[in-house]
Nanobody, 117 residues
Framework: VQLQASGGGLVQAGGSLRLSCTASRSISSINIMGWYRQAPGKQRELVAS???????DHADSVKGRFTISRDNAKNTVYLQMNSLKPEDTAVYYCRADLHGSNWFYYWGQGTLVTVSS
């Protein structure tokens, strides 16, 4: 599975961005799609995830501000980010988790989000 992330950029605090992650194959059977982020000097952390059954989970730090969603027809997962804060500045990555005999993880390239104060 190849993943292409896009939508990052520079935005002022309080602004919005929508990230997209488009897969090279159908995502309807991908068990979990997730958005992660890594800020300078920090570990990569899970921001939000969505299962093939459309169950979603969001990190406490983004609840009420970020929303993950998927469009199976477009093989794309989105992360709508509202009320952005400077601490949201990071490289954002998408990941596809596939469960077969084992779990397999596929990462997309990152997209940089910079929130200015």
């Amino acid at each position: 599975v190849q993943l292409q992330a896009s939508g990052g950029g520079l935005v002022q605090a309080g602004g919005s961005l929508r990230l997209s992650c488009t897969a090279s194959r159908s995502i309807s059977s991908i068990n979990i799609m997730g958005w992660y982020r890594q800020a300078p000097g920090k570990q990569r952390e899970l921001v939000a995830s969505i299962t093939s059954g459309d169950n979603t989970d969001h990190a406490d730090s983004v609840k009420g501000r970020f929303t993950i969603s998927r469009d199976n027809a477009k093989n794309t997962v989105y992360l709508q980010m509202n009320s952005l804060k400077p601490e949201d500045t990071a490289v954002y990555y998408c990941r596809a988790d596939l469960h077969g005999s084992n779990w397999f993880y596929y990462w997309g390239q990152g997209t940089l989000v910079t929130v200015s104060s």
